[in-house]
C-alpha cells in the first residue's frame, strides 16, 4: 500500500494553503477512474460538489452520493472508485492541527456523512480564491463543527470480518440483483441460517435482511450513476422488486431521495 502525495506536492501545481495546518485540494476525475488503496499522512474530509464515488476501507463500503462527505483518518488505507464524473474538495488536516481539535477522538474513524446546506456551502466557500486567512480560518472552524453535527450516512455497507460470515456476504456483492435466501447462503458457507444470521446481526449490526437491501440500493446507485439510458422501471425489476414504488420506498429509505431524484443531481 502506497503513501499517496502528499498535499504540499499538489500545491506546487496550483493548490493552495491555509497557512495553518489545512491545505485545500480541488480535482477533478473523470467517471470510470480507480484511486488504488492508499493512504495520506494528513486527515482528510473528501467531499464531492457533483458526481458519485464509492469509497472502500477495511471497514467497509460506502456509496458517496454529492450530498455526502468522507472522513478520512490519517494512515487509513482506502480505495476510491469514482462512478460518475466527480468535482472534488479535499481538506487536508495535519496531525498537529487535530490535536487542537477539542472533539478529535470522534475523527479517529473513517465515517461518511449526509452534508448539509450549511456543510456544502461552506466548503464551497474555502474554495473562494478572493478568500483571506481570517475568513478561511473561521471557515474551517465551521465546517469541522459541522461535521460534527451531521447526520450519519445511510449508505454505507459494512463488511464483516467472521470468515462465514464474509464469504456470504461478498456471495451477495458478486450479485445483488439476485434473491438471495439466508438457508442456501448458510449451506454454502457451512453454517446454519441462525447462526448466519446472528453472526450479521452482531458483525455489521443489520439483519441480514436489512444488509441485503443496502447492497441492492447501493447496486442501483452504482448503476444510475453509470448508465444514463437505465430506466427506473428497468432497474427495478433487476434488483427483484414487486413494482416501482416498492424500489422507490426502499431508495428512499437508503439514500433520501427517490431514484428519479438521484438520477437527476447527478
Given at each position: 500500500?502506497?503513501?499517496?502525495?502528499?498535499?504540499?506536492a499538489a500545491l506546487l501545481?496550483?493548490?493552495?494553503?491555509?497557512?495553518?495546518?489545512?491545505?485545500?485540494?480541488?480535482?477533478?476525475?473523470?467517471?470510470?477512474?480507480?484511486?488504488?488503496?492508499?493512504?495520506?499522512?494528513?486527515?482528510?474530509?473528501?467531499?464531492?460538489?457533483?458526481?458519485?464515488?464509492?469509497?472502500?476501507?477495511?471497514?467497509g463500503r460506502w456509496l458517496?452520493?454529492?450530498?455526502?462527505?468522507?472522513?478520512?483518518?490519517?494512515?487509513?488505507?482506502?480505495?476510491?472508485?469514482?462512478?460518475?464524473?466527480?468535482?472534488?474538495?479535499?481538506?487536508?488536516?495535519?496531525?498537529?492541527?487535530?490535536?487542537?481539535?477539542?472533539?478529535?477522538?470522534?475523527?479517529?474513524?473513517?465515517?461518511?456523512?449526509?452534508?448539509?446546506?450549511?456543510?456544502?456551502?461552506?466548503?464551497?466557500?474555502?474554495?473562494?480564491?478572493?478568500?483571506?486567512?481570517?475568513?478561511?480560518?473561521?471557515?474551517?472552524?465551521?465546517?469541522?463543527?459541522?461535521?460534527?453535527?451531521?447526520?450519519?450516512?445511510?449508505?454505507?455497507?459494512?463488511?464483516?470480518?467472521?470468515?462465514?460470515?464474509?464469504?456470504?456476504?461478498?456471495?451477495?456483492?458478486?450479485?445483488?440483483?439476485?434473491?438471495?435466501?439466508?438457508?442456501?447462503?448458510?449451506?454454502?458457507?457451512?453454517?446454519?441460517?441462525?447462526?448466519?444470521?446472528?453472526?450479521?446481526?452482531?458483525?455489521?449490526?443489520?439483519?441480514?435482511?436489512?444488509?441485503?437491501?443496502?447492497?441492492?440500493?447501493?447496486?442501483?446507485?452504482?448503476?444510475?450513476?453509470?448508465?444514463?439510458?437505465?430506466s427506473v422501471k428497468q432497474?427495478?425489476?433487476?434488483?427483484?422488486?414487486?413494482?416501482?414504488?416498492?424500489?422507490?420506498?426502499?431508495?428512499?429509505?437508503?439514500?433520501?431521495?427517490?431514484?428519479?431524484?438521484?438520477?437527476?443531481?447527478?
Open positions: 500500500m502506497s503513501i499517496a502525495e502528499p498535499p504540499i501545481r496550483g493548490q493552495r494553503a491555509t497557512g495553518d495546518g489545512v491545505h485545500l485540494v480541488s480535482r477533478h476525475y473523470r467517471k470510470g477512474i480507480r484511486l488504488d488503496t492508499h493512504m495520506h499522512r494528513e486527515a482528510q474530509l473528501v467531499y464531492a460538489a457533483r458526481g458519485t464515488m464509492q469509497v472502500t476501507t477495511p471497514k458517496v452520493p454529492p450530498d455526502r462527505a468522507v472522513w478520512v483518518p490519517a494512515r487509513l488505507g482506502h480505495a476510491i472508485d469514482v462512478l460518475a464524473d466527480i468535482d472534488m474538495r479535499t481538506l487536508y488536516f495535519d496531525l498537529a492541527w487535530l490535536a487542537r481539535e477539542e472533539r478529535s477522538e470522534s475523527l479517529s474513524s473513517e465515517f461518511v456523512v449526509k452534508v448539509s446546506r450549511l456543510l456544502h456551502e461552506t466548503i464551497l466557500a474555502l474554495f473562494d480564491t478572493s478568500n483571506d486567512p481570517a475568513r478561511t480560518e473561521l471557515l474551517i472552524k465551521l465546517a469541522v463543527l459541522e461535521l460534527h453535527h451531521a447526520e450519519d450516512s445511510t449508505t454505507f455497507i459494512p463488511l464483516p470480518q467472521e470468515a462465514r460470515c464474509r464469504r456470504a456476504a461478498d456471495i451477495v456483492l458478486g450479485d445483488p440483483t439476485a434473491a438471495h435466501e439466508i438457508e442456501t447462503l448458510a449451506r454454502a458457507v457451512g453454517t446454519s441460517a441462525r447462526t448466519l444470521s446472528r453472526l450479521f446481526s452482531a458483525e455489521t449490526q443489520l439483519s441480514f435482511k436489512s444488509w441485503c437491501q443496502r447492497a441492492r440500493i447501493a447496486c442501483a446507485i452504482e448503476k444510475l450513476s453509470m448508465e444514463t439510458d437505465v432497474l427495478a425489476s433487476e434488483l427483484g422488486y414487486a413494482s416501482v414504488p416498492a424500489f422507490s420506498h426502499a431508495f428512499r429509505q437508503v439514500t433520501g431521495k427517490t431514484p428519479t431524484e438521484f438520477a437527476e443531481k447527478q
